[in-house]
């Protein structure tokens, strides 16, 4: 059975630091692994996904993730954080496509300190 | 990508009462899921729904609970029946677009007074 593993509820960086949000994940078969965002009071966008291709991942807003095989890991970076950035982020693993159920973390509330 | 309207975006319900939400799809896709998310967790799959048969109900989620119809396949709706304060959640539709993940409705807050 496939899962996920948010490490911290809440992580708290100044503005323009490096953003580091940990996911590890277990699944039976090579996953597919996402990042999504949810901004207060909005629904879930894809910031970034894998698929089996290249394991170093580039998304929106200046966010990527590298897929590590041997650390079953999939942590969210950004270089600089911006304010715009503080919300709530969502590590998924799925095993498949077409139907395959995707199994959510329980996210991580980034915070931006002026 | 698809395009999802979600209504309503919120609403207060008394106890007892039942509410619907609606989701539109811009596209046809197969398949149509509702999530939950219980305040301060993380989604939790209700059903997936299929144009032209039952929907198919996770461990703990029942139809006569959260009824679902999917009458064409770019529109479904979730109903929360004989609703009671631990149904206040955000509700959320979604559609899968193959390896590019899921698209999310803008979600349906309902608070039960």
């Known amino acids: 059975a496939q899962s996920v593993t948010q490490l911290g509820s809440h992580v708290s960086v100044s503005e323009g630091a490096l953003v580091l949000l940990r996911c590890n994940y277990s699944?039976?078969?090579?996953?597919?692994l996402f990042w999504y965002v949810q901004y207060p009071n909005q629904g879930l966008q894809l910031l970034l996904k894998?698929?089996?291709?290249?394991?170093l991942v580039k998304g929106i807003n200046g966010f990527e993730a590298e897929f590590k095989k041997s650390e079953t890991s999939f942590h969210l970076t950004k270089p600089s954080a911006h304010m715009s950035d503080a919300a709530e982020y969502f590590c998924a693993v799925s095993e498949g496509t077409g139907g395959f159920k995707t199994i959510f973390g329980a996210g991580t509330r980034l915070f931006v300190k002026a | 990508s698809a395009v999802i309207s979600q209504k309503p975006s919120r609403d207060i319900c008394q106890r007892g009462t039942s509410l619907t939400i609606q989701c539109q799809v811009d596209?046809?896709?197969?398949?149509m899921f509702w999530y939950r998310q219980q305040p301060g967790q993380s989604l939790t799959l209700i059903a997936t729904?299929?144009?032209?048969?039952?929907?198919?109900?996770e461990s703990g989620f029942v139809i006569d609970k959260f009824p679902i119809s999917r009458p064409n396949l770019t529109f479904s709706t979730l109903t929360v029946s004989n609703l009671s304060p631990e149904d206040s959640s955000i509700y959320l539709c979604?559609?899968?677009?193959?390896?590019?993940?899921?698209?999310f409705g803008s979600g349906t807050r309902l608070t039960v007074v």
């Open positions: 894998y698929t089996s291709a290249a394991t």
């Open positions: 729904a299929n144009q032209g048969s039952e929907a198919t109900y």
């Open positions: 596209s046809q896709v197969t398949m």
């Open positions: 979604s559609v899968e677009e193959g390896t590019e993940g899921y698209t």
């Open positions: 699944s039976s078969v090579p996953p597919y």
